[in-house]
């Protein structure tokens, strides 16, 4: 049971579906819009250095919502001011001695990389790192120490100016993160409601992947609004209700019929209003009457009957939402827990090192510094498997040759027309509106928008004055390249880590809670499936990326084609596994259905090692259930459990 990804999308029709207008782009685009064009102008007047780079440090920081861009600000210039500090203490050490710039470029990039993938401060660290390779690389540049210093002291102004000017313009104009979250879990709501009364076509899979996305940006919402913390434990609730509803849809027969459909839906409509008004639900109980669960068969009931009890725990976790109290303060640990004991942090930050240290060596060698771009290339496209680094790396040229082609246009036939800073404002504005279209993307493409105004700033931008040489444009693809045949050659051969890899730890992992799903009914478990849904949705996310590292690991495609069908299998045993009641009316009850669950996380067990090593789940040697004989309550647990059985039957090889 591996997982694999779809066929690769047309082209054309994935970049219509990214590009498409939605609800709060336009407020985005023009954020970023005014925010660059501003420091720009501000660049201009003062004559800041590096006016490229400020311009693009709006794009850097700019968030979806308000806390997400003043988090990203106050990071950054921290980060900034650390490596400052660090940069002018390294130079008391390599200024002088060449021998040492070179290991201490080394060990800095190391430990950003590895902090960056290990402490819950990495997105300092890996600001801070960056900016202290970069300026260890100016030493070869500005051999004088009092330019050298006036330059350090100014990369500092560069990062706080334009974080400063796009908090301000956030506050002024950024979106809400409390809205944002309220308005997102509505919209959820809403869809999953239209499934349900057969208003919507909505794919279930895709909601339940903006539902988990949705549920971390509740964190930026607490703390933007201060009252929202003590709510945190009851929306959490919430979300895994939302979650493990949609979990559910996965298995819901498209015929099921509308009597036992509309009850749940209505229900769920009633926890919206209730979130919109901040007042308990009108409905109290989710209730599917003897009638409409008589019109279903075997196979819809249970899943209908799952529905309804999710329902009624997101009715209860609404009611209880007005009065609900801080939860105790927990307190958070610097680094994850395998930090020092799993391998591939260590692994990837060393990875990273050469690919940074072998940039630099070859731009020095050759006496090419307007190359240096590849350094900035190995920094920013680094990431945890083969896949996720080489479609980053296509972004990034993609977006950095669509941006020189268009920062080339504007260098032969604009910039020798504009006369004034207003000019120049002008043309910055019209093309950040277009970049930052293309970078409120999904994550999908966003990347290449990014790239798109670096290499627009630094063609356009280079001095105080019109720009009239293209040889700039053309050492930053350059410097691109290289990066990305550095990163390519060395995340492929040293320790390659292939997304499929990654999507089978995390499906192991998602079938190993589902063992203890079904086998453990004394505890509460709508925390267990909602780590099974964000497992999934890991898996998913992943999967979708697999085809960039064609090619470069050993694996047919005959086993991807199958593999792809497996998660989507493992989609409706979770739907199946969610189904089973984790608590029955009686002792009686729990003892019927004693064998029947300790088979089937049996098998769960065993398909979740197996999954982990790359083979195929094991074969179903478990019986049936013994039928729907007896009272309601036990019939409907058979029935729950018959479903999950057919699930593993199905997933399961043949003798």
């Not at 609004?225 to 559910?248: C, H, N, P």
Request: glycine share 6%.
């Amino acid at each position: 049971m591996t997982s694999s990804p779809p066929e690769r999308p047309m082209l054309l029709g994935f970049l219509r579906h990214e590009l498409a207008p939605r609800p709060g782009r336009m407020r985005a685009v023009w954020r970023i819009t005014a925010g660059s064009t501003l420091v720009v102008a501000l660049g201009m007047v003062f004559q800041i250095p590096l006016p490229a780079y400020m311009a693009y440090i709006v794009f850097l920081v700019s968030g979806e919502e308000t806390a997400a861009t003043l988090l990203t600000a106050i990071g950054g210039a921290l980060a900034a001011t650390v490596a400052v500090a660090l940069s002018f203490l390294f130079y008391l050490l390599d200024a002088s001695e060449p021998g040492l710039r070179l290991p201490l470029l080394a060990v800095s990039t190391f430990i950003a990389m590895f902090f960056a993938r290990t402490s819950t401060l990495g997105p300092i660290a890996f600001l801070a790192g960056f900016v202290l390779v970069l300026s260890q690389t100016l030493i070869d540049d500005v051999p004088s120490a009092e330019v050298l210093t006036r330059i350090l002291l100014w990369l500092w102004v560069v990062v706080a100016v334009p974080a400063f000017v796009t908090v301000l313009i956030d506050l002024a104009w950024g979106e809400n993160p409390v809205q944002l979250v309220r308005r997102r879990a509505d919209d959820l709501l809403r869809r999953t409601a239209d499934i349900l009364d057969g208003r919507g076509e909505a794919d279930p899979v895709k909601l339940r992947e903006e539902a988990v996305d949705t549920m971390a940006l509740h964190e930026h919402a607490c703390l933007w609004d201060r009252q929202l913390k003590a709510k945190t434990a009851i929306d959490l609730e919430m979300f895994e209700g939302l979650v493990t509803l949609l979990s559910l849809l996965c298995l819901l027969p498209r015929d099921a019929p509308l009597a036992a459909r509309v009850p749940i839906a209505h229900a769920i409509d009633a926890c919206r209003d209730a979130l919109l008004t901040g007042t308990a639900p009108r409905v109290r109980e989710c209730v599917v009457d003897a009638r409409g669960l008589g019109a279903l068969d075997v196979a819809s009931r249970p899943i209908i009957l799952a529905l309804a009890r999710t329902t009624n725990e997101l009715l209860k976790s609404a009611t209880e939402r007005p009065v609900a109290v801080a939860p105790a303060f927990k307190a958070k640990h610097l680094f994850v827990p395998d930090a020092f004991s799993n391998r591939s942090h260590a692994q990837f930050a060393l990875k990273t090192t050469l690919a940074v240290t072998l940039a630099y060596c070859i731009y020095t060698l050759l006496d090419w510094p307007g190359i240096r771009t590849a350094i900035t290339t190995c920094f920013f496209v680094a990431l945890g498997s083969m896949a996720e680094t080489m479609h980053k790396l296509s972004l990034r040229l993609a977006g950095a040759m669509a941006g020189g082609i268009l920062a080339g246009f504007c260098i032969v036939y604009l910039l020798p027309h504009l006369t004034d800073i207003g000019d120049l404002s002008l043309l910055i504005a019209v093309a950040s509106a277009l970049c930052a279209w293309v970078a409120t993307s999904s994550e999908r493409l966003a990347y290449a928008g990014m790239q798109m105004a670096f290499a627009f700033y630094l063609g356009v931008l280079q001095d105080y004055a019109p720009a009239t040489d293209l040889t700039v444009l053309r050492d930053r693809l350059v410097g691109i390249v290289l990066g990305n045949i550095l990163m390519s050659m060395i995340f492929s051969t040293l320790w390659p880590v292939s997304a499929l890899q990654v999507v089978r730890s995390s499906m192991a992992k998602a079938i190993g809670l589902l063992a203890s799903l079904v086998s453990d009914t004394t505890k509460e478990n709508r925390p267990l499936r909602l780590t099974v849904a964000q497992e999934l949705v890991r898996s998913h996310k992943l999967a979708s990326l697999a085809f960039f590292e064609r090619g470069l690991f050993a694996s047919p495609v005959s086993d991807e084609a199958s593999a792809h069908l497996a998660l989507g299998q493992l989609d409706r045993v979770a739907a199946a596994a969610f189904a089973v009641p984790s608590h029955g009316r009686d002792v009686a009850e729990q003892d019927a259905l004693a064998t029947e669950r300790s088979e089937a996380a049996r098998w769960l067990s065993e398909a979740a090692v197996r999954t982990g090593q790359g083979r195929s789940p094991p074969p179903w040697a478990g019986g049936r259930p013994t039928g729907a004989d007896g009272a309601a309550g036990s019939r409907m647990q058979r029935e729950a459990m018959a479903c999950l059985q057919k699930e593993i039957v199905d997933v399961a090889p043949a003798h």
